[in-house]
């Protein structure tokens, strides 16, 4: 079992930054490849960044691309969503999810996905 905590969520202007983090306890953390989705009111959870188990590959949606960065501290059991130039569609609930798979590539697809946080709101307002 691996138990996912988010944090660092909340309400900016767009065109501001949020940096979410996601804490990780249970089972060791450097096993597992981690992601990050969103779901935004009345629309299906939809992928926006991964990287793989040791690190250094990451995967994005084309939506984010250039504006966010996901990186992990295996040392600190925490991996990290940086949001910049934050947009008004970015408003959603994030979610944190390890996957087991994944250690050559980063996990796009969420049913490959073990575990999830609980979520953290990010509000952009325009």
């Known amino acids: 079992q691996v138990q996912l905590v988010e944090s660092g969520g909340g309400l900016v202007q767009a065109g501001g930054s949020l940096r979410l983090s996601c804490a990780a306890s249970?089972?060791?953390?450097?096993?597992?490849?981690m992601g990050w989705f969103r779901q935004a009111p009345g629309k299906e959870r939809e992928f926006v960044a991964a990287?793989?188990?040791?690190?250094?590959?990451?995967d994005y949606a084309d939506s984010v691309k250039g504006r966010f960065t996901i990186s992990r501290d295996n040392a600190k059991n925490t991996v990290y969503l940086q949001m910049n130039s934050l947009k008004p569609e970015d408003t959603a609930v994030y979610y944190c999810g390890a996957a087991e798979s994944g250690y050559f590539q980063p996990v796009v697809a969420p049913q490959r996905y073990d575990y999830w946080g609980q979520g953290t709101q990010v509000t952009v307002s325009s």
């Open positions: 990287i793989r188990r040791s690190g250094g590959s990451t």
């Open positions: 249970g089972r060791t953390f450097r096993h597992y490849a």
